[in-house]
């Protein structure tokens, strides 16, 4: 994870991340597979492989363990000794924790690891503190690991794929500056929303929305069809270099903020429900535009359900082929 800080992160931008049920599951695995490392560690008195005169025994390898959480069932490879003396509280410990387990590592995800957090978590799900060394291991195994996720392969298709950024406050070298924070999220064809890519930048340019998504293409970004966005200058330019075979679509809720720009504030209520009462009425016009085709409507729908239908086996052909 980069070395630079956030110093706070918005709630959408949490909401965002938190929507990922796969990261979601990866955090957590990774968070308490490191825990329960550090346990056995602190109980042996020594690490693996390591040569001290306070160890008091030696490991026996694992067992596997399920565990029910809200973001799905995750197996733990779960340490033994060969006294069969060890023993952990965590999993009595998580389901009273689980809540605040995965804000923080959400929270760490978008702002990086600290030790102060992972801190905050070892006692929560341990019920004790650990060493310092301890908190230092924890948190150097957590970050390799929160960085290998961040990033990973991307092995399927996402044919709708938006780009957003955020402006927050950054601890960088001491002093506290105000920096780009670009997303990337990507829909695959079951519908399912995924968070892609959050990286830092000085500014919102050209240059840096260009080695984002680079970056994004080099881990196996494939198969994107339609990208949304804001209609910044170097984004669409970074979108069309990068991107040249999907088409762009403007965000709507950008374009309605961009809207309130050339009113004074007090018209904002007004013009947002005209704007949405216009948006309506479109799609009202539309429909009855299409009226003298009602007709021909049933056999229209026949036909996109047919080519829908069509498309699906191929998807799983493909699947199968794969």
């Known amino acids: 994870m980069t070395d630079r800080k956030l110093k706070t992160v918005r709630p959408r931008l949490e909401a965002l991340v938190a929507q990922d049920r796969d990261l979601l599951k990866a955090l957590v ?11 056995m560690t602190e109980f042996l008195g020594a690490a693996p492989g390591e040569r001290s005169s306070e160890r008091v025994g030696y490991r026996a390898g694992y067992y596997e363990r399920g565990l ?5 069932k995750i197996e733990l490879r779960v340490p033994r000794d060969r006294s069969g003396q060890f023993s952990t509280a965590l999993f009595e410990r998580f389901q009273r924790s689980e809540k605040a387990l995965v804000s923080a590592l959400v929270e760490m995800y978008v ?17 004790h503190g650990f060493a310092a060394s301890t908190i230092s291991a924890i948190n ?6 929160l960085t290998k996720f961040a990033q990973r392969r991307l092995t399927e298709d996402y044919p709708y ?8 406050k950054v601890r960088d070298d001491g002093v506290i500056q105000s920096q780009a924070v670009l997303i990337a999220i990507g829909i695959n064809w079951e519908g399912q929303r995924q968070v892609l890519g959050v990286e830092l930048a000085n500014r919102e340019s050209h240059s840096s929305w260009r080695e984002f998504l680079l970056a994004l293409k080099q881990r196996g970004l494939k198969g994107v069809e339609v990208v949304v966005s804001d209609d910044h200058a170097g984004l669409r330019k970074a979108i069309a270099e990068i991107l040249p075979e999907a088409a762009w679509q403007r965000c709507y809720v950008h374009f309605l903020r961009n809207c309130l720009d050339y009113l004074p504030r007090k018209a904002d209520d007004d013009c947002l429900q005209e704007l949405r009462a216009r948006r309506r009425r479109l799609g009202n016009d539309i429909q009855f535009r299409m009226s003298p085709m009602r007709g021909h409507l049933a056999a229209m729908r026949v036909w996109i359900s047919s080519s829908a239908n069509r498309g699906k086996q191929l998807l799983e052909r493909r699947h199968a082929e794969l």
Not at 68 to 72: A, H, K, L, Q
Not at 140 to 145: A, N, P, S, T
Request: hydrophobic share 35%; proline share 0%; charged share 35%.
């Open 140 to 145: 150097k195994g957590l970050d390799e690991g």
């Open 29 to 39: 695995k990774e968070a308490l597979d490191q825990l329960l490392q550090a346990e």
């Open 111 to 127: 702002q990086g690891v600290s030790t102060r957090k992972v801190k905050a978590i070892t006692e929560e799900l341990c019920g």
């Open 68 to 72: 029910i959480t809200r973001v799905g």
């Open 161 to 168: 794929l938006i780009l957003d950024a955020r402006y927050e």
